[in-house]
């Protein structure tokens, strides 16, 4: 019997794939272990009866130390965690298993430091007779503690695997460079996406196993620089505006409608899917009608209560407002395009009203660089005037993960190319010099100096870089290593350096204009529906290369 994924009796077929790990090392050891070595052997992951001369024995018999072992995976990843035993001195064992995105969260129990199991479990008793082969639930995680708990009583492991649970898709976006830690950040961040496409476009893999319409509008731009179409975008959209009414905020948060709306913008323009465009048809021109109303006589937006714009600027009024005025701008302008290429020009024509509105009222620039990058983004200040003012001062000094895109592509917008990957090295290369395989859902520079990394134990009185910052909903352990919303360079390399970026949807016609932003050289490829351009960059010339059916247009 054929199965099909509309099939009633058998439910919904899995997009995903399995493959098996093992680990890369034994980071320590509690109480009595023997064999520990042998875990980061290949072997059949399975068990059987007969006497193994390569287990690792976990022996609490005689002993006041619980026997544990801490396994390093040698990268972030999505999955589960198999913990096969073959003997013991008992009929069952009792044991824990932790799973941390950090060796301190891996070594740290739930209600310490914020420890959590929220959204997946990660800390968590389970036990198991002989002979056995013990699954957990899906969890994003590097490191994994082993922990016998039944007092007076040895356990022997066979082998501890993890399985990777992810998207079989090829990497067709590539970038490389003549600095190689430019290069390494292009790859972690697609990586980083690549982990949270799972049956849904997730923000992160550990917390936040959810569809945020704000949060996936920086993934978006990753997916369409590095993997190109790929269903888990439409389907994802789908699933936040069909669980929202027309006349409500998306995820609780109203300016979310409006990333929603620049997500279906972006997706357009990479794509050229105008089928799927005139899908929205009905749903965006009520819910851009009600939006282009939320400004007030004086220019300035009113957007409606649930007004979040980031982190950093939640507890800033004024802060805040700066850059949902951006924002509301931006959408406005993006929004009147779509509902006149879906032949609404009414409904196109109140969006355009309510972007000129927008212009006549212009806040402060203040500190806060994010809200800054936005006005400038959205035409209402001077990107120059941006970067002088706010912006430029003190490189990488409070950047925000969610919206590291847009102030990078601010910065370029200001002409100032090369102090872009500056800034793109002391933050995204901040957070790789202390462990980091995927990128975070936070990060401040100011959290480095003399911070433990995420592959260290931490020292006896030592700062912890995962457990000892954060803030608001991530702080201390609770914080997610593995955000989506923190991809910004990839797409960002891709459209400023190779110089790529869509005038036609579909990219039936692309815009040639690169920077070499003090780079030696540069070489990549971008993906189209019609296959992937090739660009090749030097100081000396210039060469891009489009498949039939690409039209360049150079600067």
């Not at 500056?422 to 003399?450: H, I, S």
């Not at 005038?503 to 204009?513: D, I, K, L, S, Y």
Request: with cysteine.
């Amino acid at each position: 019997m054929k199965l099909n994924e509309k099939d009633s009796l058998y439910g919904i077929t899995d997009e995903r794939k399995r493959l098996t790990l093992f680990p890369s090392r034994v980071v320590l050891t509690r109480g009595k272990v023997k064999g520990a070595s042998h875990l980061t052997e290949y072997k059949p992951a399975q068990v059987a009866i007969y006497p193994y001369h390569d287990a690792c024995i976990l022996d609490n018999r005689g002993s006041d130390e619980r026997a544990g072992v801490l396994l390093d995976f040698g990268r972030e990843l999505h999955g589960t965690l198999t913990v096969s035993v073959w003997n013991m001195n008992g009929a069952y064992a009792n044991f824990r298993v932790r799973l941390g995105e950090s060796i301190s969260e891996a070594l740290t129990p739930v209600g310490e430091k914020n420890a959590t199991n929220d959204h997946a479990n990660r800390d968590f008793p389970t036990g198991s007779g002989p002979w056995s082969s013990n699954e957990t639930n899906e969890s994003g995680f590097r490191f994994a503690y082993v922990e016998l708990t039944s007092p007076d009583m040895f356990m022997e492991l066979r082998c501890v695997t993890a399985a990777l649970i992810y998207r079989d898709i090829e990497y067709r976006g590539k970038f490389e460079s003549s600095d190689p830690l430019i290069d390494r950040i292009y790859n972690t961040a697609a990586y980083t996406v690549h982990l949270n496409m799972q049956r849904y476009l997730w923000d992160g893999i550990k917390r936040d196993r959810l569809v945020w319409a704000g949060d996936m509008n920086t993934e978006v731009a990753t997916i369409l620089a590095v993997f190109g179409e790929n269903e888990v975008v439409p389907k994802s959209l789908d699933l936040v505006r069909d669980v929202t009414p027309v006349d409500s905020s998306m995820n609780g948060i109203s300016a979310y409608n409006l990333w929603w709306m620049l997500c279906h913008e972006a997706w357009y323009r990479g794509t050229g899917n105008i089928n799927y465009l005139r899908e929205q048809k009905d749903y965006l021109t009520e819910m851009l009608l009600r939006y282009a109303a939320y400004v007030n006589e004086d220019g300035s937006e009113c957007l409606p209560e649930g007004r979040f714009f980031d982190w950093p600027t939640q507890n800033y009024p004024d802060a805040k407002h700066a850059g949902l005025q951006g924002l509301s701008r931006m959408a406005m302008l993006a929004g009147g395009e779509l509902l006149k290429i879906l032949a609404e020009p009414a409904a196109a024509e109140a969006c355009f009203a309510a972007a000129q509105k927008l212009t006549a009222h212009k806040p402060p620039l203040g500190e806060w660089k994010q809200p800054a990058a936005l006005l400038a983004l959205g035409g209402i200040v001077d990107p120059k005037d941006a970067y002088e003012n706010c912006i430029g001062k003190g490189g990488a000094k409070g950047l925000s993960t969610f919206l590291g895109y847009y102030t990078l592509t601010a910065i370029a917008a200001a002409g100032n190319y090369d102090e872009a990957l500056d800034v793109m090295r002391e933050y995204w290369g901040g957070m790789l010099k202390l462990g980091a395989t995927t990128f975070w859902e936070d990060f401040n520079v100011d959290w480095m100096p003399g911070a433990t990394g995420i592959d260290q134990v931490v020292p006896e009185g030592g700062i912890d870089i995962h457990g000892d910052f954060g803030a608001h909903c991530y702080l201390g352990l609770r914080h997610s290593l593995c955000h989506g919303w923190a991809s910004g360079p990839a797409p960002y390399l891709a459209a400023h350096v190779l110089g790529l970026t869509t005038v036609e949807p579909g990219c039936r016609v692309m815009r040639f204009a690169p920077h070499l932003s003090g780079l030696e050289w540069a070489r990549g490829l971008y993906p189209t529906p019609y296959g992937e351009i090739e660009i090749e960059l030097t100081k000396s010339g210039a060469l891009c290369k489009a498949p039939k059916g690409v039209e360049i247009i150079s600067e």
